[in-house]
């Protein structure tokens, strides 16, 4: 059974930075593509950053590059997501997920993901 489990958010201050773990039961993550994505309130979920396992493959959403960062670590089964320079519109839930298929390629619609965290809740405040 797929689990993937968000961990570390809070809330925050504007300018602020948070760092979103999101760990998976065994080694599920092998050579599958992991993304984040948010859903602020009242709205869409929307793609936020994708990374392929090995770790040469990113993809980050326009309105946060610059400001978050992927990484991840193989010997945690564990994907991180830091970010800085927090701003009110980053309010939302964020989840990651673990694509359906093998992928050596970023992934950036949610629909090519198959197994989710439960979310974590992400606050700045201005």
């Known amino acids: 059974q797929v689990q993937l489990v968000e961990s570390g958010g809070g809330l925050v201050q504007a300018g602020g930075s948070l760092r979103l773990s999101c760990t998976a039961s065994g080694r599920i993550f092998q050579n599958y593509a992991v993304g984040w994505f948010r859903q602020p309130p009242g709205m869409q979920r929307e793609f936020v950053a994708t990374i392929t396992w090995s770790g040469d493959n990113l993809a980050y959403a326009d309105y946060v590059k610059g400001r978050f960062t992927l990484s991840r670590d193989v010997t945690k089964n564990t994907v991180y997501l830091e970010m800085s320079s927090l701003e009110p519109r980053d309010t939302a839930i964020y989840y990651c997920?673990?694509?359906?298929?093998?992928?050596?390629?970023?992934?950036?619609?949610?629909?090519?993901?198959?197994?989710w965290g439960q979310g974590t809740q992400v606050t700045v405040s201005s």
């Open positions: 997920a673990r694509s359906l298929y093998s992928s050596t390629a970023p992934l950036t619609g949610s629909i090519e993901y198959g197994y």
